[in-house]
């Protein structure tokens, strides 16, 4: 069974920065792009960006570039969002998630909350 | 970026009912279009993926249809399980994005 575990609720001050993990289990992490998808409250859903774990390779929506960096460690098969220079706007719920073979998120995470407030 | 404009935003329905969802996209996507639903507090569930290919485990009551930049959900007869949220996504070309999401109440 193909698992995604998000660490746990963050509360950040603004201007600090914020980094989220998803763990993988169940397939094989270097074989799919992980995603994420920032989802605030109340609103829809919007992607973030993706990472290619086989290579490190990353594409960013142009909401979050300069502000966010997306890696996928091989060894622990766990995937992380570091987003900087938090502000109010980034109360969001984050979500991993994997792609697969029809182009569709076949998996998600859990969520993780981070609300940035002073 | 591919624009999503879902229709309705919210829809209330009756459990037996069958309920129809479109989605249109401001550009040719082909059939990369896929749907989900999601209930509160919890993830986004895969529902149907390019167009029409329904997910392992979920209900044949789904279906899924269109190419191009017009797309339908059909849930041929509600069950209470269904109320939820619905969104459409693209992912033809990045940055992916979803509709807006379709609030399906009990009516």
């Known amino acids: 069974e193909v698992q995604l575990v998000q660490s746990g609720t963050e509360v950040k001050k603004p201007g600090t920065t914020v980094k989220i993990s998803c763990k993988v289990s169940g397939y094989t992490f270097s074989g799919n792009y992980m995603h994420w998808v920032q989802q605030a409250p109340g609103k829809g859903l919007e992607w973030v960006g993706l990472?290619?774990?086989?290579?490190?390779?990353?594409t960013y929506a142009e909401k979050f570039q300069g502000r966010v960096t997306l890696t996928a460690d091989t060894s622990t098969d766990t995937a992380s969002m570091e987003l900087r220079s938090l502000i109010s706007e980034d109360t969001a719920v984050y979500y991993c998630?994997?792609?697969?073979?029809?182009?569709?998120?076949?998996?998600w995470g859990q969520g993780t909350l981070v609300t940035v407030s002073s | 970026d591919i624009q999503m404009t879902q229709s309705p935003s919210s829809l209330s329905a009756s459990v037996g009912d069958r309920v129809t969802i479109t989605c249109r996209t401001s550009?040719?996507?082909?059939?990369?279009l896929n749907w989900y639903h999601q209930k509160p507090g919890k993830a986004p569930k895969l529902l149907i993926s390019?167009?029409?290919t329904l997910q392992s485990g979920v209900p044949s009551r789904f279906s899924g249809s269109g190419s191009g930049t017009d797309f339908t959900l059909t849930i041929s007869s509600l069950q209470p399980e269904d109320f939820a949220t619905y969104y459409c996504?693209?992912?033809?070309?990045?940055?992916?994005?979803f509709g807006q999401g379709t609030k399906l109440e009990i009516k």
């Open positions: 990472v290619d774990p086989e290579d490190g390779k990353t």
């Open positions: 550009q040719n996507v082909i059939t990369f």
């Open positions: 390019a167009a029409s």
């Open positions: 998630a994997i792609m697969g073979e029809l182009n569709s998120f076949d998996h």
């Open positions: 996504q693209q992912s033809y070309t990045t940055p992916y994005t």
